[in-house]
């Protein structure tokens, strides 16, 4: 027994040694969700980390956290990059009372504060504003649209569409498949349109309803996709290379690995880096350390690169990708579920 005492016990301390060698850890995020007008706590809802992913057009949720009947939460995740947060998803909005809405406080994600999970952040609180309905005759239908790559002027689905009046919302709704939607129930009076969505800029116009529809596209909303920044994207690469986080992830069972090499200053003047190219290996470690698959050794051009690992045949569990790139090495994990 003090045998195998002292075998769990050295295998517990390697993998602590691995995973602290791996700067390899889970972070937690913690705060509270109130509503705006009277600072009550709101509950029965979730609280989701997530980030944009300018490559495939799309966010990421990565972790989530129930709301308690304070309106107090803590979510856990092991994700060691930049995030937005937020309450209340897109999908369900007709069934709750408030706007996805990020933090500190704001329906708009391009305005929304990033948190760093690494620094184990509390006190990250965000405030929603209810969606109060009304009772009246009138309501504004129209299409959100967008530009397509050739230039095209298409419907944009999956848009959140608000009716604000006075500070306040009275309705919000989704644009359905065709980019179109429709906010009745609406009294006589002025009212603001916002319309947003993760990836896109936000726009908003101005409507003035005297009991009948506004139709006809009236307000003309269009939101146009937002890329990176490839200016501050090229500056803030102070190292020869970058490792992204794979994507999916969690993943079953294949995942994409993406990353970029750059020369630095030095050695473009020194003529390095050019047709011989620079020695780049990306390695896959399991949870002890051992690798289990070598997906790249070779000598690339700077560029960006991208490689899909299939892990049909490895079981669940926690893995490590390894890129080492000029004798500097970076490390992500990820999560393989079957």
């Not at 936000?202 to 009948?212: E, H, I, L, M, P």
């Not at 890329?227 to 994207?233: E, I, V, Y």
């Not at 990306?282 to 000598?299: A, C, F, P, R, S």
């Amino acid at each position: 027994m003090e045998k195998l005492f002292k075998i769990s016990v050295y295998i517990y301390l390697t993998v602590t040694s691995i995973l602290n060698s791996y700067n390899y850890a889970q972070y937690s995020i913690k705060g509270n969700v109130n509503y705006s007008d009277n600072n009550s706590p709101l509950s029965n809802d979730k609280v989701y980390i997530l980030y944009y992913n300018y490559d495939l057009y799309q966010p990421v949720y990565l972790d989530s956290a129930d709301l308690n009947q304070n309106g107090v939460y803590s979510i856990s995740t092991f994700y060691n990059d930049s995030v937005l947060i937020c309450v209340g998803k897109i999908k369900i909005i007709d069934y709750q009372d408030h706007v996805q809405t990020y933090y500190q406080s704001t329906i708009d994600w391009q305005q929304a504060q990033k948190i760093y999970p690494p620094d184990n952040p509390s006190g990250i609180n965000i405030s929603v504003d209810r969606i109060i309905p009304q009772s009246g005759n009138s309501f504004i239908s129209g299409t959100i649209t967008t530009i397509d790559s050739n230039n095209n002027i298409v419907p944009l689905a999956g848009a959140t569409v608000v009716a604000e009046s006075g500070s306040v919302f009275r309705k919000a709704i989704i644009t359905d498949s065709l980019g179109n939607y429709s906010l009745d129930s609406l009294s006589t009076g002025t009212y603001t349109i916002l319309a947003t969505k993760i990836g896109y800029s936000f726009d908003s116009a101005s409507v003035s309803t005297n009991g009948n529809s506004i139709t006809s596209n009236h307000p003309k909303l269009r939101l146009t996709r937002v890329h990176r920044n490839k200016q501050s994207l090229t500056s803030g690469l102070t190292n020869l290379f970058k490792l992204f986080q794979n994507f999916p992830n969690p993943f079953n069972p294949t995942t994409k690995i993406k990353f970029s090499i750059s020369p630095s200053p030095s050695k473009m003047e020194r003529g390095l880096g050019g047709e011989a190219g620079i020695s780049v290996t990306l390695n896959i470690y399991d949870l002890l350390g051992h690798i289990v698959i070598t997906l790249i050794n070779e000598k690339l051009q700077p560029g960006t690169y991208e490689i899909e690992w299939n892990a049909s045949g490895y079981s669940s569990g926690i893995y490590f990708y390894e890129l080492v790139c000029e004798n500097q090495k970076i490390v992500n994990r990820m999560l393989l579920i079957k």
